[in-house]
């Protein structure tokens, strides 16, 4: 394999992946990306993976959200079907004192474009008729929805791949050195030297700038989702907390723990889980359970992308997020756009890792 590169990418999964396929846009050669494992075998692969705006605030980081969603169907047309299904979402509250909160939430979006609309309880079931009939409203947006994440990397690598870029997996980086204007970067398989460095490891993201002398401060959350047997098709949207995927399984989960690396399953958090999702619907009670598993999720200290370049460090940039599947298209473009023309499309200035000081 070669060893010089004019962009490295430390990072294979959505967000990694994301950048090298639209930067490969640009041009044709000279990217690779390095992966400590294999790309889908860690955050990427372990998801819900819905493409999801609304229920994030403050309003404009719903926007940002909001931009990228509007690229997918952009995205599946370029790199193939990635099975992105644009489903509607519903956010459900059992409590009529919660419509006051999601009028206000619908109101902050309305004056940024994005169009939320609060059902009545009627509505709600006119819908999703399996929802729980308890149900006492729901805030709803055309724009959500989920798509398949393993198709999405699986064509993002390999529109990449026919555009030049260099994947090299299971090939862990252990060293980065910054010498005569250019990075090397030392990992299991040999030594590479490259002009761009771009970090996005995800969840690795603080042992990847430590290398560098650069905090990056991302933590480690765990989220647990329990898969069903494939079911008949009965859920119409993606709902916050549970889907139905093409094969008919339905995907439920929506757990945070602070849990470092850990991805074990744990019986309280599978039993929350499944009571969350009988309480949305309740027909999921005669269901059967074939898999739960566990994904470790990127999040910055503050919940917000951490993205552009790194003060102090020519040449060097960092994408690291939480909402990778939802955000992958705007931010691979917004990175392409900052190393290719030194600017972006859409301001990414409240991103900058210079706020955390």
């Given amino acids: 394999m070669e060893t010089n590169y004019e962009t490295i990418v430390i990072g294979g999964g959505v967000v990694g992946s994301g950048i090298a396929y639209h930067l490969s846009e640009q041009y044709k050669e000279g990217v690779l990306v390095l992966d400590k494992k294999y790309p889908m075998s860690g955050t990427s692969g372990s998801t819900q993976a819905w493409v999801w705006v609304h229920n994030k605030t403050p309003s404009w980081y719903a926007e940002f959200n909001m931009y990228s969603a509007e690229l997918?169907?952009?995205?599946?047309?370029?790199?193939?079907?990635?099975?992105?299904?644009?489903?509607?979402?519903?956010?459900?509250?059992?409590?009529?004192?919660?419509?006051?909160?999601?009028q206000k939430l619908a109101e902050s979006y309305r004056k940024i474009g994005i169009k939320i609309k609060v059902l009545?309880?009627?509505?709600?079931?006119?819908?999703?008729?399996?929802?729980?009939?308890?149900?006492?409203?729901?805030?709803?947006?055309?724009?959500?929805?989920?798509?398949?994440?393993?198709?999405?990397?699986?064509?993002?690598?390999?529109?990449?791949?026919?555009?030049?870029?260099?994947?090299s997996a299971y090939n862990k980086v252990t060293e980065i050195k910054k010498q005569d204007g250019k990075y090397l970067v030392f990992s299991d398989k040999g030594a590479f030297e490259c002009k761009n460095l771009i970090l996005a490891g995800g969840t690795w993201s603080r042992e990847i700038?430590?290398?560098?002398?650069?905090?990056?401060?991302?933590?480690?959350?765990?989220?647990?989702?329990l898969v069903s047997e494939p079911l008949k098709p009965f859920l119409n949207f993606t709902i916050s907390g549970l889907r139905q995927a093409n094969n008919g399984e339905v995907l439920m989960g929506y757990s945070m723990e602070e849990a470092g690396f850990n991805r074990a399953t744990t019986l309280d958090v599978i039993q929350e889980t499944a009571n969350m999702a009988v309480r949305y619907v309740p027909g999921l009670r005669k269901a059967k359970i074939v898999?739960?598993?566990?994904?470790?999720?990127?999040?910055?200290e503050d919940g917000f992308p951490i993205l552009g370049e790194v003060p102090g460090f020519e040449n060097l940039y960092v994408a690291a997020?939480?909402?990778?599947?939802?955000?992958?298209?705007?931010?691979?473009?917004?990175?392409?756009?900052?190393?290719?023309?030194?600017?972006?499309?859409?301001?990414?200035?409240?991103?900058s890792l210079s706020r955390f000081g």
């Fill in 72 to 102: 997918y169907p952009y995205l599946s047309k370029k790199i193939g079907d990635v099975e992105y299904k644009r489903t509607g979402g519903l956010s459900p509250f059992f409590n009529e004192s919660d419509r006051e909160k999601a």
């Fill in 120 to 167: 009545s309880r009627e509505e709600v079931l006119e819908k999703e008729p399996y929802m729980n009939p308890e149900v006492a409203g729901a805030t709803y947006s055309s724009i959500d929805g989920n798509v398949n994440p393993f198709r999405l990397i699986d064509m993002y690598m390999r529109a990449a791949k026919r555009n030049g870029v260099r994947y």
């Fill in 209 to 225: 700038g430590d290398m560098l002398g650069v905090k990056i401060p991302v933590n480690q959350l765990r989220g647990q989702i």
């Fill in 291 to 300: 898999r739960a598993f566990s994904g470790i999720r990127a999040m910055p």
């Fill in 321 to 351: 997020t939480h909402s990778g599947v939802t955000l992958s298209p705007l931010i691979g473009t917004l990175i392409t756009e900052l190393i290719i023309d030194g600017e972006t499309s859409i301001p990414i200035d409240r991103y």
